[in-house]
């Protein structure tokens, strides 16, 4: 039977006790309306309050509910990986669990699919219910990272996408530890294509996006797509040798050809204290790329399952 799967949703959810259930009952709708063999897999994120018993009470009266229990908080790109792994579906969606990416969307999607498209992501046309400041630091991000690398990802889209089961069997074979999801998708190619969407207020609970999330979060995509942060302090180290040299040049001429000096102490410890700041800068810039390598070279697992029988074990093929 689960051979002939033919849509999988991936639902990442983290102390979501509050909405889980309402999307529960709109998903089920939604692909109900479709008509074709599906399965809600629910990823829990080492959630603490009853977000995993309430899955399973769905999973107990409904056989196309499944739940993926990680052992602690691996957090939300790992959550999106796990159930890439166990999606057995020909098409998969990802999709938060706070309905602010509406399941109504996953009808439109598919039709997209079915006209040939392997990706099909959610653009955000309007973002509802979120504070200015998380709206401008996520507009600024997706600009900055456009401007840092290389790989076109698309402005203003989060996880909520469709993909074919070839995009995801070829996501499935990277397994870079500090992932940026919705980049590596872009990386992998294929045919790519967007449907708008205003994303509505989260339907209940609290973001679980705190900004120190968000911090690493930024990291994790700018650093896995482009070194150039590196290249920082190539330029930075000719643009101040380049002012030390013209001042040295103007201190001289004070010197020889007037009869003021150059005043010490002020301009010295200013020289020092800056310099200083911008050497520890480029340090912890070249920080962040030596602890993720570190990360990689450790080569552990990039998730564990609290309870690895109930999932299908044989059915993932990892290539670590
Ligand atoms: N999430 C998760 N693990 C985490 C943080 C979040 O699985 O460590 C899930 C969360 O349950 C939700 C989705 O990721 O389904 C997006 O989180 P949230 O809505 O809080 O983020 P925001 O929309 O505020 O950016
Ligand atoms: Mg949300």
Same mark, same amino acid.
């Given at each position: 039977m689960d051979q002939s799967i033919r849509y999988s949703i991936i639902i990442p959810v983290y102390n979501e006790e509050a909405v889980v259930h309402e999307t529960y009952r709109r998903l089920t709708e939604v692909m109900k309306g479709i008509g074709e063999p599906y399965e809600l897999l629910f990823v829990n994120d080492g959630s603490r309050d009853r977000t995993a018993e309430l899955v399973e009470t769905f999973a107990e009266s409904d056989g196309c509910v499944k739940l993926l229990d990680l052992s602690r908080n691996f957090g939300h790109q790992i959550a999106i990986t796990a159930g890439m792994d166990y999606a057995r579906g020909d098409a998969i969606v990802i999709i938060d669990a706070d309905l602010q990416d509406p399941p109504e969307l996953i009808p439109q999607m598919i039709e997209k699919w079915e006209e040939g498209y392997e990706v099909v992501y959610a653009k955000r046309a309007k973002r509802k219910g979120e504070t200015l400041f998380k709206k401008w630091t996520a507009s600024?991000?997706?600009? =900055?990272?456009? %401007?840092?690398?290389?790989?076109?990802?698309?402005?203003?889209?989060?996880?909520?996408?469709?993909?074919? *089961? #070839? @995009?995801?069997? %070829?996501? *499935?074979? &990277?397994?870079? #530890?500090?992932?940026f999801v919705r980049g590596l998708v872009s990386w992998v190619g294929f045919r790519q294509t967007a449907i708008e969407f205003v994303r509505e207020e989260r339907f209940a609970g609290e973001t679980k996006y705190p900004l120190k999330k968000m911090l690493r979060f930024s990291m994790d995509g700018i650093t896995s797509f482009s070194y150039k942060p590196l290249k920082l302090a190539t330029y930075l180290g000719f643009a101040i040798s380049f002012a030390s040299f013209a001042y040295l040049v103007i201190s001289l001429g004070q010197k020889l050809f =007037? =009869?003021?000096?150059? %005043?010490?102490?002020?301009?010295? /410890? %200013?020289?020092?204290?800056?310099?200083?700041?911008?050497?520890? &800068? &480029?340090?912890? /810039?070249?920080?962040?790329? @030596?602890? *993720?390598?570190?990360? +990689? =070279? #450790?080569?552990?697992?990039?998730?564990?399952?609290?309870?690895?029988?109930?999932?299908?074990? +044989?059915?993932?093929?990892?290539?670590?």
């Amino acid at each position: 039977m689960d051979q002939s799967i033919r849509y999988s949703i991936i639902i990442p959810v983290y102390n979501e006790e509050a909405v889980v259930h309402e999307t529960y009952r709109r998903l089920t709708e939604v692909m109900k309306g479709i008509g074709e063999p599906y399965e809600l897999l629910f990823v829990n994120d080492g959630s603490r309050d009853r977000t995993a018993e309430l899955v399973e009470t769905f999973a107990e009266s409904d056989g196309c509910v499944k739940l993926l229990d990680l052992s602690r908080n691996f957090g939300h790109q790992i959550a999106i990986t796990a159930g890439m792994d166990y999606a057995r579906g020909d098409a998969i969606v990802i999709i938060d669990a706070d309905l602010q990416d509406p399941p109504e969307l996953i009808p439109q999607m598919i039709e997209k699919w079915e006209e040939g498209y392997e990706v099909v992501y959610a653009k955000r046309a309007k973002r509802k219910g979120e504070t200015l400041f998380k709206k401008w630091t996520a507009s600024m991000f997706y600009r =900055t990272l456009n %401007a840092l690398t290389e790989v076109d990802i698309p402005l203003d889209t989060g996880d909520f996408r469709l993909m074919d *089961r #070839k @995009v995801v069997d %070829a996501m *499935r074979s &990277i397994r870079e #530890k500090n992932r940026f999801v919705r980049g590596l998708v872009s990386w992998v190619g294929f045919r790519q294509t967007a449907i708008e969407f205003v994303r509505e207020e989260r339907f209940a609970g609290e973001t679980k996006y705190p900004l120190k999330k968000m911090l690493r979060f930024s990291m994790d995509g700018i650093t896995s797509f482009s070194y150039k942060p590196l290249k920082l302090a190539t330029y930075l180290g000719f643009a101040i040798s380049f002012a030390s040299f013209a001042y040295l040049v103007i201190s001289l001429g004070q010197k020889l050809f =007037t =009869t003021s000096t150059v %005043a010490g102490w002020a301009s010295l /410890i %200013a020289c020092v204290l800056l310099l200083n700041g911008v050497i520890l &800068i &480029i340090l912890g /810039i070249l920080g962040e790329y @030596v602890g *993720r390598i570190y990360d +990689e =070279t #450790k080569n552990r697992p990039l998730y564990i399952l609290r309870n690895s029988e109930r999932a299908n074990p +044989e059915e993932v093929n990892l290539s670590v």
